[in-house]
């Protein structure tokens, strides 16, 4: 067992090093070193089983700030992830809860005051990297290093204070850009005076229905997102190891395909072959959507947080575009978004009957010169800070119609 997890961990770091899009830019954050030696001490004191193994390697992952990467595990795998069963959100030295799921022992506005007898930032102090998606604590992400936790300090609303044990709940594992997903009810508010998008529960990828219902509320006419957009280069990384997992993806798509389907995934395994071993390619892609037409002239409110994935960032990217060019007037309220835009086109490598490790092989062109969005999202135009409020009340929204309805 300790071979495998070896072995695993071997070949995640290398996929990190000369197949993930990622580098170079993300290089400063990959600090293996201080990995590999968390990892033999642990398996040197007889503390390296399958729980602390995910644990850690899932930390790693997580200091790249990148939502593209992730390490997911089998239902035949002895560690499962699990939840808290409820999520937090820091302002200044706490964490309050903003949901709650499962474990209804806790409230919406409860203050976790310590996790594990010590301070949030302390738990920080001890940790390699960044694993709560960096300083800023409006983008801090700390489900899960709570759900890691044997007990908390809770602070209820009335002021009292209570030691509470963890549970964990299993947790449903979702790969970075999965299938896409539905528009979340009550996302689209199309009001006299304003149309209100909400965007900050909108699935990683969304489908085709849901992305035209929005782009149609978007914007005031029908128009090719090319035109608006224009060209868009993408740097994708033809190594030969991605390529040969990009085949295989290719050669299993071709079995349940139709004769004209058939036809473009031999084009594209030509198209691999061609390039293979050829590293960092530049390649211009362009929208073919056709959409748009339902907003008669009203100004659009986009709201966003963290939460907001590639999804819900391309529909930021297209709305601001449109307002550059002054088809419609476009405010963004909330907090920056999560960052995953930057990279895309996710290749998934299954290492045994327990790992698989998805990460992606193509970026974008600011992303390649330096200037993407990973790691500090897509900003607002009006920037609306998390406080203990808002477990009471939207804040987000009510500062949008604040904005456009006065």
Request: with cysteine; net charge negative.
């Amino acid at each position: 067992m300790a071979e495998k997890r070896d072995r695993v961990l071997k070949a995640v770091m290398a996929a990190l090093e000369n197949d993930y899009a990622g580098m170079p830019e993300k290089a400063p954050l990959n600090d293996t070193k201080q990995w590999l030696t968390a990892f033999g001490e642990a398996w040197k004191a007889g503390r390296l089983d399958d729980a602390l193994f995910v644990s850690y390697l899932t930390q790693y992952l997580a200091t790249f700030q990148d939502p593209n990467l992730a390490l997911l595990v089998s239902d035949v795998c002895p560690c499962q992830p699990w939840s808290c069963g409820f999520s937090v959100r820091r302002f200044g030295d706490e964490l309050y809860v903003t949901e709650v799921r499962e474990d209804e022992r806790f409230t919406v506005s409860d203050a976790l005051v310590l996790l594990n007898r010590s301070i949030p930032d302390k738990h920080l102090d001890y940790a390699i990297g960044n694993p709560v998606n960096g300083d800023d604590p409006d983008r801090q992400l700390w489900d899960d290093l709570v759900s890691r936790c044997a007990h908390v300090l809770v602070r209820h609303a009335d002021g009292t204070e209570e030691d509470v044990a963890v549970r964990r709940f299993r947790r449903s594992q979702v790969a970075p850009m999965g299938l896409p997903g539905a528009l979340p009810d009550g996302a689209i508010d199309e009001r006299g005076d304003a149309v209100v998008v909400d965007l900050r529960r909108v699935p990683r990828v969304l489908d085709d229905a849901s992305y035209d219902r929005v782009l149609a509320a978007l914007l005031p006419e029908r128009l090719s997102i090319a035109d608006l957009m224009g060209d868009e280069a993408v740097f994708t990384n033809y190594t030969a190891g991605n390529c040969a997992i990009r085949r295989s993806q290719l050669e299993t798509l071709r079995q349940g395909a139709s004769a004209c389907e058939r036809a473009w995934v031999d084009e594209e395994i030509e198209r691999i072959g061609s390039l293979e071993g050829a590293g960092m390619v530049r390649e211009v892609e362009c929208d073919d959507r056709v959409a748009g037409g339902a907003n008669a002239g009203r100004p659009v409110v986009l709201l966003t947080d963290v939460t907001t994935s590639a999804a819900g960032e391309r529909i930021v990217q297209v709305a601001r575009a449109a307002a550059e060019q002054g088809l419609v007037e476009v405010h963004v309220v909330g907090r920056a978004t999560s960052g995953a835009i930057d990279y895309a086109n996710p290749l998934v490598v299954s290492f045994d009957e327990f790992y698989t490790f998805v990460y992606p092989m193509s970026k974008s062109e600011a992303a390649a010169r330096g200037e993407g969005v990973s790691g500090r999202g897509i900003e607002p135009d009006v920037a609306v800070p998390f406080t203990p409020d808002e477990c009471r009340e939207d804040r987000v929204r009510k500062r949008a119609l604040e904005l456009v309805c006065g």
